[in-house]
């Protein structure tokens, strides 16, 4: 089918999906962007880096499932990666092309690897931006570390106390984000503060509620075999960005998922921490078309 530029609301799966598309006059491989959370939207990225890029690639953008302007499952439970592969399978052959080009930031970078490795046949090439691995316990680990690094003494003290308690590193991990304040949150994510207010600007005018029900389910029913298990079957070309102050999910999970995959490239960002395509949209703009 031939793309129109606009808004759309499909029903894929019984659940009313929010998709836009930008840049049909290109008349490029359509590229599908995947947002992070889990639990978030394209809001920020759809009002920044977006339009940049869509004055040269055709971009699809949609919202998965119970994210931002698409519409919600019955149950808590229906947000697993099967169910987000499916939803994506559906989200393709309304597309109506062959192949498609993939680009996923932090969470939606796993989704995006998650996608190749079960519709191969579907994915053309694949960007991946600062992606998280969050069936692994060492994501957790390196977060909070990284909440360490920019804490004030008072949260170090706080989160010295939650580690010492009783539960599991997940517990823990939940019991730190609800005592981290606003200001400490934006230095997680970001270096330049200006970027952060930005953001968190884009977020509150998104209206953006993340309950934390998709991550409670992906945690709750994890794949059987993790996906750091199963990277070395995906052979498509990849490239992975990073901004080098990343500690969200951070240049050591970058660097695993580079390792595992055998045709891939890693470009560290020196400016940036989670969100290279805010912090250095040009260069972000450059090795994306470059590679595109």
Known sequence: ?????????????????????????????????????????????????????SKSRTIIYYEQRGCGRSGSPD??????????????????????????????FSFGGELALEITHSLPNKINKVLLSSPSLIGLKTQYLIQIAGFMSIANPTFILEIERILGEQGTIEEKYLSIWKVADI????????????????????TQESKMKNTGTMLKAIQNNPPVIPLIGRLKDVTHDILIITG???????????????????????????????????????HFLEQVKSFL
């Open 1 to 53: 089918m031939g793309l129109v530029n606009g808004e759309y609301k499909q029903y894929i799966n019984d659940i009313e999906h929010w998709i836009k598309i930008e840049g049909a006059e290109n008349c490029t491989t359509p590229l599908v962007i995947i947002h992070g959370g889990p639990g978030g939207n394209l809001y920020s990225f759809e009002r920044t880096t977006g339009p940049l890029l």
């Open 75 to 104: 149950s808590k439970d229906a947000f697993t990666f099967k169910e987000l592969i499916t939803d994506f399978n559906g989200i393709h052959k309304w597309i109506g092309y062959e192949k498609v080009d993939l680009f996923g």
């Open 183 to 202: 200001s400490t949150v934006d230095r997680l994510f970001f270096e330049n503060q200006d970027f952060a207010k930005e953001y968190r600007r884009l």
């Open 244 to 282: 080098v102050h990343d500690r969200n999910s951070g240049v050591p999970i970058s660097n695993l998922i580079h390792r595992q995959l055998d045709n891939s490239n890693l470009i560290l960002f020196n400016k940036s921490a989670h969100f290279p395509y805010m912090e250095e949209p040009e």
